[in-house]
């Protein structure tokens, strides 16, 4: 069936360093979407990316939408404490209206 | 966050017994889902709900029921808990410009099962 794989899976940087996950569909993607959340909270939307070839700035981070819209990247400038937390991408089902969550990359700043 | 609450935000409760799960929204959104959380698994669909009455199942759906009386309320009930049940339970809503679909989430409940 339809997946969104995301990688790494858990990724240790030293603040200050730059730090990048990435996101990989098995089926090309109408828009993908990121969500942020902070240890013991919940998930919160960050942004959408629709257009092929899509790049996206919030602050220190981009969003990279591919040219086939099959993948996507989160990456962080000069990560800061206030970064840490868990990066889930999701995509719509190709079938249905529902969403399909990556298993998302946990990050963690080593001070 | 949306208006969305759930109650209780923590339980523990013994094996066997039934377990009730509310959420509730106060911007009458449509679309409502309920997702568990575990470790290495990521964010799996149990049920979800496209209005009044009308639900269907996710993912991981076996062992839990749903209903939806009122458009602001989605209860998720374990009908006989088990340890395997115990998991973060995460409410979310839809919010659709044209057909994309954005999912905005409540606070969480976490569920033991002892």
């Known amino acids: 069936g339809q997946q969104v794989m995301q990688i790494p899976q858990y990724q240790h940087v030293q603040e200050g360093e730059d730090f990048t996950t990435y996101c990989n569909s098995s089926?090309?993607?109408?828009?993908i979407q990121w969500y942020k959340q902070r240890p013991g909270g919940h998930p919160v939307f960050l942004i959408q990316?629709?257009?092929?070839?899509e790049v996206k700035k919030q602050k220190r981070l981009t969003f990279q939408f591919g040219e086939a819209k099959k993948n996507s990247s989160l990456h962080i400038t000069a990560t800061q404490t206030t970064d840490v937390g868990t990066y889930f991408c999701?995509?719509?089902?190709?079938?249905?209206?529902?969403?399909?969550f990556g298993k998302g990359t946990r990050l963690h700043i080593l001070p | 966050d949306a208006g969305i609450t759930q109650s209780p935000r923590h339980k523990v409760t013994e094996t066997g017994t039934p377990v009730t799960l509310r959420c509730h929204q106060t911007e009458n959104h449509r679309y409502m889902y309920w997702y568990r959380q575990d470790p290495g698994h990521g964010l799996r669909l149990i049920h979800y709900?496209?209005?009044?009455?009308?639900?269907d199942k996710g993912e991981v759906s076996d062992g839990y029921s749903v209903s939806r009386s009122k458009t602001e309320d989605f209860l998720l009930t374990l009908e006989s808990a088990t340890s395997s049940q115990t998991s973060v339970y995460f409410c979310?809503?839809?919010?659709?410009?044209?057909?994309?679909?954005?999912?905005?989430f409540g606070p969480g409940t976490r569920l033991t099962v002892l």
């Open positions: 999701a995509g719509p089902r190709n079938r249905d209206d529902k969403i399909i």
């Open positions: 979310a809503i839809s919010e659709w410009t044209g057909s994309r679909n954005t999912q905005y």
């Open positions: 089926t090309t993607l109408s828009n």
């Open positions: 709900s496209y209005g009044v009455k009308d639900t």
């Open positions: 990316l629709v257009k092929s070839g």
